[in-house]
Every structure is written in structure tokens, then in C-alpha cells.
């Protein structure tokens, strides 16, 4: 009960993640923990040049281990990549692009993910999924 | 952790609304209460659990629940106050005045020792009046 109301179970203080990148252009909240079956919510924030786009590349083990319920708001254009899968995203009048994803956990076990934009570090996720 | 909050909540919510109700033993449950008795069990499930069907949310709202309730009920075995509103108190239906020349022949209505009608009392001694409770 304590480490359900402590977020080690997913939802809560040890769960919730606030990470940037080095260059501080890629930032992800995010949940650490997650229940099979269950929904969470993620939210990519992109630094780039006010109106433009930006490409952002979903990569590593993200996908095996989550379903993308929902995508908001919607993608210029999308295509896979090697890594993972990359979206062209519309930037506001600061250069800034926001995108909303709900994930449903489909795995069991830790999954390794990295976000980025293209020619930059972008920020490394660690995820467990719970049976 | 939103799991944990639920569960209690909905513990809370349903033992007041059942203290409100009133309590009823189950062989005085009609057909409809006992209908009434299952919605209320799907309603309380939806909102315990969710979309989240997983092991793991299952397992932590039903050890909420457990600790719950038996936090409550070592709460109410250190104070009175707690028991008398959880459980509530025995309604008295029939009571005879006490009479002090009955107490001489009378036996003690109860077992143990200590005070009965405000008066002191050892068990086998002719003491006490009679007086019937019975549990509400």
C-alpha cells in the first residue's frame, strides 16, 4: 500500500519523470512505472526554429513494449526509421512543438527508449512495465 | 497511488452509505436487496479497477482494502468512541426497573464481573434485575 501511494507502483512521486536533454531542445514527462493493460500519459516538448517543422524520432524499445493509444496534436507526416519511428512536427511563432502521446503497456519487464530530434542527443527513458 | 486513494475513498464511501442504511442480517434479504446487493458490487468494481485489469492493480486495491479494515478494527479496539460509530451501539427493547429488593434474590443476568445498572456485581451472586438486550 505504502509503494502504491509512494508511485513505484506506477502514478506517483517515484513515477513520474521530468527529463531534458543536455542541449535542453527535447524535454519528456513521462511515467516510469506501468501496469500491463493500463494507460499513461507522455508529453514531448521540442525547442526549434519558430515556424517550422521539427523531426522527432521515437526510437528504441518504446514499441514493443506500448501501444500508442493517442497522438495529439496530429503529425505533418510520419515514417519509420531504422531506430523506431519519426514525426515531422509543426513548431508555434516561439519554436516551440508540444506532442501528447497515451501509451498502453503491452509488455512486462524494462523497456529502454530514446527521444530525439535529428542532429541531437535527445533524452534516454528507462520504463517497467508491471504484470 | 491512484489506485490506493480509490479504494479507500470508495471503502469510506460504502461504509457510510451501508451505516446509513442499515444494517440487516442476511436472512431478512429480499430478492430485490440482494439484486440491489450485486449492482452495487458491479458499480463498486468499475470504479475500484477502471481500465486497469493488471495483476498488480488488482493485488494493491485489495490490500488496501484489507489494511482498511484492519486498521479499523484495531482502531476500535483501543477506542470506544470509533466502535460505538462504526458498529454502533446494542438497542435495549425491554428493560425492568431494578429493584432493591431483588437484587438480594436475583441472579447476575451476565457473566463476568464489574457494574451492572451502575451497580457493582461478581458473577454468581443474587444481585442485579433482569434486563434483555439484544443487537440491533
Known sequence: MVLGLAGLLSRGLFSTRDVRSEDGKVRVEYEMFHRNGSMNSMKVSVSGTPDSQVELELAGEMLEGFSIESLQPAHLRSRSSSQGLRLRLQTDNQGQANLYLTLRGDGLGLFRSHIATLGTAGVKLDQFIFP | ?136
Not at chain 2, 52 to 60: E, P, Q, R, V
Request: glycine share 8%; charged share 20%.
Open chain 2, 1 to 136: 497511488m491512484d489506485s490506493v486513494l480509490r479504494a479507500a475513498a470508495m471503502y469510506l464511501a460504502l461504509m457510510v452509505l451501508f451505516k446509513i442504511a442499515g444494517r440487516r442480517s442476511m436472512a431478512e434479504l429480499t430478492t430485490f436487496y440482494f439484486l440491489l446487493l450485486m449492482i452495487i458490487g458491479e458499480a463498486t468494481q468499475q470504479a475500484l479497477l477502471g481500465d486497469d485489469f493488471s495483476l498488480t492493480n488488482a493485488m494493491l486495491v485489495i490490500v488496501t482494502l484489507i489494511a482498511i479494515d484492519v486498521g479499523l478494527s484495531l482502531l476500535k479496539q483501543r477506542s470506544g468512541w470509533i466502535s460505538r460509530l462504526i458498529d454502533g451501539e446494542p438497542t435495549i427493547i425491554h428493560r425492568r426497573e431494578w429493584q432493591a429488593a431483588a437484587s438480594a434474590t436475583a441472579p447476575c443476568p451476565i457473566g463476568g464481573s464489574g457494574y451492572y445498572e451502575g451497580r457493582p456485581f461478581q458473577p454468581g451472586r443474587r444481585n442485579a434485575g433482569r434486563d434483555q438486550v439484544r443487537d440491533h
